[in-house]
């Protein structure tokens, strides 16, 4: 036996020795040694990317995971993928903390008669559903299943689980249903559809309420094509909403509404179009004789625009040639959600369907998608009791559910309520039987988030705990239901179907690339006109809402709340009010003032739709007499129901404010909300002359001019592009192991993240963007201050941190103009099993030491070590840091500054680009691209 023999049988002894005393009666199916040679393509030490699906959210992004010893370590976006496109938002980013979160359910729970909850086995909990599911039957009781949006495979083995017991499927629910814009699309169009809007295709692009790069039904897809809008200077994008958001932050024309008042404006454009000639042919008559009468005047003061304003919009609107207008989001939002839904499909109908500006061959998958008027009806039959067994999935609908309604005393009519989740919330608060869902990562699985597109989920984790998939269990409860199985497990079920369906090729595609494109013929989309002349002859628009109003909105961090379990989105701060954890109210300064507000101060709103305290952040650019309340900040969001189109109303009117007199201390990570003229982000750059051109002599220095051989890591960060939207924060958080401190640490200006997001507001309340990191200076300040050498220039142009030679003076994070240095006050230990979620190729930093941005130093290395072994060099495009990969509006680019031929050379050599504070000297190497 030779030396290599010896080490690799000691590896698999000792390895199996140690399983063996543990105990555990579950095993793995493979043991990875280092000793042992790489088989079925796994090597110890080595990153594999698989496909998958993200979860978080409806949208359903296409996810490659990164895995490292059988465990996925970070997420990218899927660069073929149709729907992202490679970008991923803050809360893909996030959802892996799901995955490994401490509180995950873990076991079956059955609530005793106390209200408390106590483990059971599986076999356990089907046998008590069965039985109550035959004793609802003998009683007379219907049986019923509420799931969130559900598709694919999944979504037949439901109506086949609920078809063999009897069990009645309810529409889905979804707090975000956008009933009223797929009842309006149905009515007019015969398509009760939500279509993808061309946003990269139109050259003017108008959104009422919409908030296309936060949450609006698919975020990232949207992003990335308005960074198409942005790069172009001869398109237009103009938003209105009657609030502040990201949206209409990085719209080139904000125009702030009256609450209410979508409707009166509409109805102006629609009039105001349908007679010029472009569009007389296609509006016919009749339906303009239908139409409301209404006037500049009267528009100006219902909307609360200026006349000039009106007539700029409505200019705009004749001389585009691919004019696209989206309505949705908190334009849907209240009594008038319907008139607003339906007078923009009109227009859409009148300007952007002509060019193909509404692709419905493409159209988000809500078919089975219903409204709160569902939930009335299931809180009215509970309330009755005319229900057995309810079943309650992937849904948080006692949360969702306006106060009104009483579904929460409804509940506690049925016989026995039963919720499947991962995570509790106020809807597993209210079951008698819990059983946990296994995660995305966890299970095999499809998705149609799109007509034409099916997404893949694979296993790349083994399952934690007693988790089952939701197919699995069902099959189980229905083999033990009816003694008959459908399939061994919900793998194989999956196979089944996927055979039936797919050819041996396009299956075989479908794991490699995880996903399939099945191509949809475009529909012919032709407008109703009896429906439509019926509509305009019943169109009724109350007035607008009564100030002041408070806007309930949804979150870019937590989405509609579903989201705000994982700590990781409370550490990245909100992008427009920069605060991280907690919740509060924005306010326009002027109002604050009126009621002698500052940030922190509790302010008390009551009206007949709600009431709340909330702590006071003022937010520039607020319209006055509004207020921002994000939706994660109240328990019950929803403040009634429009009796029409089933939407929740997300509006607080006629409020009465109240100073309390007490004062929280925010979290607020911003320093000042203004350049203070230091020229941060310049003005856009003036074209000059050839002969006009200003020089300037060489710079003159003391140090030694830097020389690199092959490589100078460079990074260019185009503000243009840049929405603020933070996924970039949250990537770089989990790339390279960043603590997560929470909330005291946050007070106490302690917080270690790497990459910031600085909102900077003029005096007009807009908005630009500035991603800070470590510049990674060619004359770096923080090098020459260490007194131990930790701080060095490595030559590659990177500015490095050799860890345990720091000492922690903390005189590079004095000396550092750009206060990006981040220092260790405690030894950061997360709660088992988030300690899993590790990237092993950077090290975990201890207490006292200092850290920074290091271009993601580790990718570099496993890029320039493959192009080793092919004896090249690293090639443009090969590497990119996890920010850039991540963003989904493309405005994050890293390269090798010496490659003439690369991208990031072009960039950095643009006239637009520029150096932060440049003129102290510093020569970063991260250029930013001013905005145009």
């Known amino acids: 036996m030779d030396r290599r023999q010896f080490l690799q049988m000691l590896g698999l002894v000792s390895g199996a020795a140690a399983l063996s005393s543990c105990g555990s009666e579950k095993g793995q199916k493979e043991l990875v040694s280092l000793l042992v040679p790489a088989e079925d393509g796994i090597i110890p030490g080595t990153e594999t990317w698989q496909p998958s699906t993200c979860c978080e959210c409806p949208a359903h992004c296409g996810l490659l995971a990164r895995i490292r010893e059988n465990r996925p370590v970070k997420l990218e976006g899927n660069p073929r993928h149709p729907v992202n496109r490679g970008g991923l938002c803050l809360r893909g980013q996030a959802s892996l903390w799901r995955l490994y979160h401490p509180q995950r359910l873990q076991t079956p729970l059955k609530r005793q008669t106390d209200g408390r909850l106590q483990a059971i086995s599986w076999a356990q909990a089907l046998t008590e559903i069965t039985e109550a599911l035959q004793l609802s039957r003998q009683q007379g009781r219907k049986n019923t299943w509420l799931a969130g949006r559900t598709s694919g495979t999944l979504n037949t083995l439901i109506e086949g689980f609920c078809d063999s017991l009897d069990i009645e499927r309810l529409a889905e629910f979804e707090p975000f249903s956008h009933a009223a814009l797929r009842q309006s699309y149905g009515l007019l169009f015969d398509r009760a559809d939500l279509p993808r809007y061309r946003v990269d295709q139109a050259n003017l692009l108008i959104t009422i309420g919409a908030d296309l790069l936060e949450t609006f039904l698919s975020p990232v897809d949207y992003t990335a094509q308005a960074s198409t809008l942005a790069a172009d200077q001869k398109r237009h994008w103009m938003h209105l909403e009657p609030h502040y958001s990201l949206t209409g932050a990085n719209a080139d024309d904000r125009l702030v509404l009256t609450p209410g008042s979508e409707g009166a404006l509409l109805l102006w454009l629609l009039q105001s179009l349908a007679s010029q000639s472009r569009y007389r042919s296609r509006w016919p008559q009749a339906l303009q004789d239908l139409l409301p009468s209404t006037d500049l005047a009267a528009t100006a003061v219902a909307t609360g625009l200026k006349p000039q304003q009106l007539q700029e919009l409505t200019s705009r609107f004749v ?28 227009l859409q109908w009148l300007t952007a369907l002509p060019w193909g500006g509404l692709d419905f061959s493409a159209a988000e998958n809500y078919s089975r998608v219903g409204s709160l008027l569902d939930l009335k009806e299931l809180s009215q039959q509970l309330a009755a009791d005319r229900i057995g067994v309810l079943f309650i999935s992937r849904c948080n609908p006692v949360r969702h559910s306006p106060t009104a309604l009483g579904l929460q005393a409804a509940l ?12 509790a919330d106020d809807t597993t608060d209210q079951m008698d039987l819990i059983l946990p869902l296994a995660h995305g990562l966890e299970t095999w699985g499809d998705t149609e988030p799109r007509r034409g597109i099916i997404g893949l989920l694979q296993p790349l984790a083994s399952p934690r705990h007693q988790a089952l998939s939701e197919g699995d269990l069902l099959l189980k409860l229905l083999q033990q239901a009816t003694g008959k199985s459908q399939a061994a497990n919900w793998e194989t079920y999956l196979q089944h179907n996927w055979q039936k369906r797919f050819s041996r090729a396009q299956l075989k595609q479908f794991m490699v690339d995880g996903f399939l494109i099945a191509p949809q013929p475009k529909p012919s989309i032709h407008l109703n006109r009896v429906r439509a002349a019926k509509a305009l002859q019943n169109l009724q628009m109350k007035a607008p809402l009564t100030l002041p109003v408070a806007v309930i909105a949804p979150s870019i961090r937590s989405f509609d709340g579903r989201s705000r379990s994982l700590e990781l989105l409370s550490e990245v701060p909100d992008p427009l009010t920069t605060i991280s954890y907690g919740s509060w109210v924005s306010v326009a300064p002027q109002s604050a003032a009126l009621l002698r507000l500052k940030d922190g101060d509790e302010l008390q709103m009551k009206s007949t739709d709600g009431q709340s305290k909330q702590p006071v952040r003022l937010q520039p650019g607020q319209p006055s007499e509004v207020l921002t309340l994000p939706m994660d900040s109240l328990p019950a969001p929803a403040a009634g129901i429009d009796p029409v189109t089933g939407e929740a109303l997300r509006y607080w009117e006629a409020l009465k404010l109240t100073s309390t007199g007490k004062l929280h201390r925010l979290p607020i990570l911003a320093g000042s909300p203004s350049q203070q003229g230091r020229g941060l982000i310049p003005k856009p750059v003036q074209h000059k002359k050839k002969n006009d051109q200003q020089h300037h002599g060489p710079r003159a220095s003391f140090y030694p001019e830097p020389q690199y051989e092959n490589y100078r890591w460079t990074m260019a960060i185009d503000l243009q592009r840049c929405v603020g ?46 991603p800070m990191l470590c510049q990674h200076c060619n004359y770096a300040p923080c090098e020459a201050v260490c007194p131990v050498y930790a701080a060095y220039h490595n030559p590659e142009g990177l500015n490095v941190q050799v860890y345990n030679r720091c000492v922690g003076t903390r005189y590079c994070s004095n000396n550092c103009p750009y206060k990006v240095r981040r220092f260790n006050w405690w030894q950061h230990k997360r709660t088992p099993p988030l300690d899993q979620l590790r990237n092993p190729d950077v090290p975990v930093r201890s207490k006292g030491m200092m850290e920074k941005c290091t271009l993601c130093l580790q990718r570099i290395r496993i890029a320039k070590d493959r192009a080793k072994d092919d004896k090249r060099l690293v090639q443009d495009g090969e590497v990119t840091t996890a920010c850039a990969q991540s963003c989904p509006a493309g405005a994050i680019v890293f390269g090798n500054l010496l490659d003439k031929e690369s991208q990031i050379y072009r960039l950095t050599h643009s006239q637009r680009a520029y150096r932060v504070l440049a003129e102290l000297g510093t020569e970063p190497s991260v250029h930013y691209l001013r905005p145009e």
């Not at 001389?319 to 009109?346: R, S």
């Not at 506690?412 to 309520?417: D, S, T």
Request: net charge negative; aromatic share 6%; charged share 15%.
């Open 412 to 423: 506690a009519k049925a016989q026995l309520k039963v919720g499947l989740a991962d995570l």
């Open 725 to 770: 939207c933070s996924a970039c924060v949250a990537s770089c958080y989990i790339e390279n192991n960043v603590p997560v401190v929470g909330a005291s640490d946050h007070l106490a200006g302690r917080e270690m993240s790497w990459l910031r997001i600085e909102p900077f507001y003029d005096e007009h309340g807009r908005v630009d963007f500035l």
């Open 319 to 346: 001389q585009a040639k691919k004019p696209l207008l989206i309505v949705g989001g908190v334009a849907t939002g209240h009594l008038n959600g319907q008139p607003v839904a339906l007078l923009g499909a009109l």
